[in-house]
């Protein structure tokens, strides 16, 4: 972009240039904040967003304020963030965010389904990006916690379209699909099981993964989040491990 810019030959305090920190870039924002500027080739930028409230978008503002101060970027602000996320931030805040970014359905969606299918592709990323670094099924704990805490820390929104049985069905498939194809679709393990097993599978995931978010939330959210983790944990990791093991010990018997 910097490249871009000093070949256009426009002055760069004539333009406006936002860019937004990945919710896996938080616990390092200070970093990421000087490689978004290398990347882009630029000194400065004119307004930063975090991205989504989720991981510690705490400390990560903290480092927006840093960032301000040293003159990287010229505005700081949040993207996505609703009242209880927006007013945590509010309280610990040195510098007001000046910009709250936040889409309105009414302004820009001609139907229902096409708000919905773009929350979806939101959602659904945000979650990928969380756990495209793990292997499966090795890292199938992790992934479950992350799964777990990352579904606590969203709104209403995504409860409806994760928990609903009846109008939100499509939207629930197409995220369903895109997290699962971005997950255990790169596991090598995964891909050796006929399409048969590998639905079996997946149906056993989403049951005890998606089948215990429901019933959390159904239940009012009066388990401790952490118990509900241990115990997803226990049930569906312990049976996908076992039987993986299985599976490898089939084919070297054979």
């Given at each position: 972009m910097g490249r871009a810019i000093r070949k256009s030959g426009v002055p760069r305090e004539e333009l406006f240039v936002t860019t937004k920190l990945w919710v896996s870039e938080y616990s390092r924002a200070e970093n990421a904040i000087d490689e978004t500027l290398e990347r882009l080739g630029l000194d400065y930028v004119d307004l930063l967003l975090l991205h989504q409230p989720y991981g510690d978008y705490l400390l990560a503002?903290?480092?927006?304020?840093?960032?301000?101060?040293?003159?990287?970027?010229?505005?700081?602000?949040?993207?996505?963030?609703?009242?209880?996320?927006?007013?945590?931030?509010?309280?610990?805040?040195?510098?007001?965010?000046?910009?709250?970014?936040?889409?309105?359905?009414?302004?820009?969606?001609?139907?229902?389904?096409d708000l919905l299918g773009e929350m979806q592709?939101?959602?659904?990323?945000?979650?990928?990006?969380?756990?495209?670094?793990y292997k499966l099924p090795e890292d199938?704990?992790?992934?479950?916690?992350?799964?777990?805490?990352?579904?606590?820390?969203q709104g209403l929104a995504y409860e409806k379209i994760t928990c609903s049985s009846g109008s939100y069905s499509a939207s629930q498939q197409a995220m369903y699909r895109q997290v699962m194809d971005a997950t255990w679709g790169k596991s090598p393990a995964f891909r050796?099981?006929?399409?048969?097993?590998?639905?079996?599978?997946l149906t056993f995931i989403n049951s005890f993964g998606v089948g215990f978010y429901r019933q959390w939330v159904a239940d009012g959210k009066k388990l401790p989040l952490e118990r509900v983790i241990e115990l997803s944990g226990t049930i569906m990791c312990g049976g996908l491990d076992r039987f993986f093991k299985n599976q490898k010990g089939e084919m070297n018997d054979g």
């Open positions: 503002y903290k480092s927006l304020e840093d960032a301000l101060e040293n003159g990287k970027v010229r505005a700081i602000g949040l993207s996505n963030f609703y009242e209880e996320k927006f007013s945590q931030v509010i309280k610990v805040a040195r510098i007001a965010p000046a910009v709250l970014q936040n889409e309105t359905f009414y302004h820009y969606y001609p139907t229902l389904d592709m939101e959602l659904a990323s945000g979650y990928i990006e969380l756990v495209k670094d199938a704990e992790k992934v479950n916690r992350i799964f777990f805490e990352y579904s606590a820390g050796r099981l006929s399409r048969e097993e590998q639905n079996l599978v």
